[in-house]
C-alpha cells in the first residue's frame, strides 16, 4: 500500500537529520528527557524541579529546570520554558556542546509581560546555588556569603527572576495606564 503523508515519526527522523551530527545528539537527548517528563505524574515531575524562573512583574511561570539522574551517574539538567505567544522552549543546560557551533546561549521565554533571554550559564549558576555547589575546601556558610545577593535569594525560595540585561519587559507592561 502506498502513503503519501509522512508519519509523525518519519517527519521527527527527517527533521533530525537535517542537523549536524552533534546537534542532533543533543536535540534526541532532549527531547528523550522531556518525553520522559512527559510521563511522570504532575506530582512526580514537580519532584524533580529545581528551581523556577519567574517574571519580574506579576510572577508568571517563564520556566522550570529539572534535575534528571543519568543510569551511569550524575544528572542532565532541563529547561522547560515558553514563549509569550505559548511555545515550548526546552534546553538540555549541561551538554558537551562542541565549540565549533551551536552551543546555545540563552533560550527566549516570556509572557504577557515581557520577555526574558535566560542564559545558559546563568540558569546553571541558579542550578549550583540550590544545590550547593561549592569549591572544594569550602564551607556551606563561605558557599552562601559568596553569593550575589539575588543568588541567595534564589537559594532560598527556589524561585529565579531575570535581571534587568536579560529581561525585556512590553512597554504596554510598564507605562502607566492613561
Ligand atoms: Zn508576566
Redesign the pocket.
Known sequence: MMRDEPTGAEMYQAALDRLPSARREAQAELDRLCAALDRLTPPARRRLSVLQV???????D?GSVYEMALRGGGHRYVLRGRTSGGKKKNGLLNWAYPDSFYAPVFYVT?????MAKLGRGWLLDCVGSVRGWRREGETEEQFVSSLPPAMAQGRASRVFHPDGASWFPRYS?VLPSP
Request: net charge positive; with cysteine; proline share 7%.
Open positions: 519567574r517574571c519580574p512583574l506579576r510572577g508568571c517563564l516570556g509572557c504577557s509581560h515581557g507592561a
